[in-house]
């Protein structure tokens, strides 16, 4: 399986889990299932990370730089800040 592949797939699986713990809590009917599709949700994600990591480096950014000498360069440094940007303006969002 190609390594970009997994990690979109191990992506889209986060998306998963999330949504079936809403659907347990909304709608008791389809709690089992829900936390069903959870689980395997989380676990076909951990799955298709630990596939793609075997080809595709990854690591933390702001770890890797401090503690592991990786470089830090413009690219590395805008993703990290677009991360921050998003969790925080989805944070003021929340009402």
């Known amino acids: 399986m190609n390594p970009w592949v997994a990690l979109i797939a191990a992506g ?5 889990w999330p949504l079936g713990f809403k659907v347990a ?3 008791p009917a389809w709690r089992m299932a829900a936390i069903s599709l959870s ?3 989380m676990a076909l994600s951990g ?3 630990f596939l793609a ?8 950014a702001i770890l ?3 503690v592991f000498g990786d470089a ?3 690219g ?3 993703g990290v800040a677009m991360i921050i940007g998003g969790v925080v303006v989805l944070k003021a969002m929340t009402p």
């Open 25 to 27: 809590q909304t709608a």
């Open 53 to 60: 990591q075997k080809q595709i480096p990854m690591g933390t």
């Open 72 to 74: 830090l360069n413009w």
């Open 76 to 78: 590395r440094a805008l």
């Open 64 to 66: 890797g730089v401090a």
């Open 12 to 16: 889209l699986c986060e998306i998963g």
């Open 47 to 49: 799955w298709l990370l």
């Open 39 to 41: 689980v395997a949700s």
